[in-house]
Nanobody
């Protein structure tokens, strides 16, 4: 079992920046994928960024590409999401998650952290 805990959410104004962190504990492997999801009220959960832990290969959704940056500190088992130029439409609960690279579904999830961007 892997435990994931997010932190760093809060209330900011449009144009501001936030950095989210996700700490992982428990049984982990070097070859897995770590991702950030978000879900806004009335909308489906959306994968916005992911990174392969051992290679650094990244993916970004079009909605955040150029504004958000995903990174990881493998020694600390910590995942980050740097969010710049925030917009009101970025308001959502943000979740970190992980999966083995050989699987398509994310099996482990954090509790979520609220990000609210005011106009």
């Amino acid at each position: 079992q892997v435990q994931l805990v997010e932190s760093g959410g809060g209330l900011v104004q449009a144009g501001d920046s936030l950095r989210l962190s996700c700490s992982a504990s428990g049984r982990t492997f070097s070859t897995y994928v770590m991702g950030w999801f978000r879900q806004a009220p009335g909308k489906e959960r959306e994968l916005i960024a992911s990174i392969v832990r051992n290679t650094g290969i990244t993916y970004y959704a079009d909605s955040v590409k150029g504004r958000f940056t995903i990174s990881r500190d493998n020694a600390k088992n910590t995942l980050y999401l740097q969010m710049d130029s925030l917009k009101p439409e970025d308001t959502a609960v943000y979740y970190c998650a992980s999966r083995p690279i050989s699987r398509s579904e994310y099996a482990y999830w954090g509790q979520g952290t609220q990000v609210t961007v005011s106009s």
